[in-house]
């Protein structure tokens, strides 16, 4: 499963932003994604996911980002409104399938206060 991430970007606080990530390869193997970040000198964090049915969320997110999927296109988007210098970091996508996790390269968000 390859994943290619994009759609981050410099962006002033309260602002939104849209990040996309498209999967390609073996995807009938994958059973959830999600977004994950890591800021500077921190441990990466889950922001949102999917697995089946559930969604879920890192608590600092909730009610601000919202993570969708488009089947046809093997997308996952994650919407990011009411922005917070906090958020800044490198924000990556993940797979989880049968066969292992997969990760993509990486997309930076900034946000400015």
């Known amino acids: 499963v390859q994943l290619q991430a994009s759609g981050g970007g410099l962006v002033q606080a309260g602002g939104s932003l849209k990040l996309s990530c498209a999967a390609s390869?073996?995807?009938?193997?994958?059973?959830?994604m999600g977004w994950y970040r890591q800021a500077p000198g921190q441990q990466r964090e889950m922001v949102a996911s999917?697995?089946?049915?559930?969604?879920y969320y890192g608590d600092s997110v909730k009610g601000r980002f919202t993570i969708s999927r488009d089947s046809a296109k093997n997308t996952v988007y994650l919407q990011m409104n009411s922005l917070k210098p906090e958020d800044t970091g490198v924000y990556y996508c993940k797979a989880v399938g049968m066969l292992g996790s997969y990760w993509g390269q990486g997309t930076q968000v900034t946000v400015s206060s």
């Open positions: 390869g073996n995807i009938v193997s994958v059973r959830g």
């Open positions: 999917f697995n089946g049915g559930s969604t």
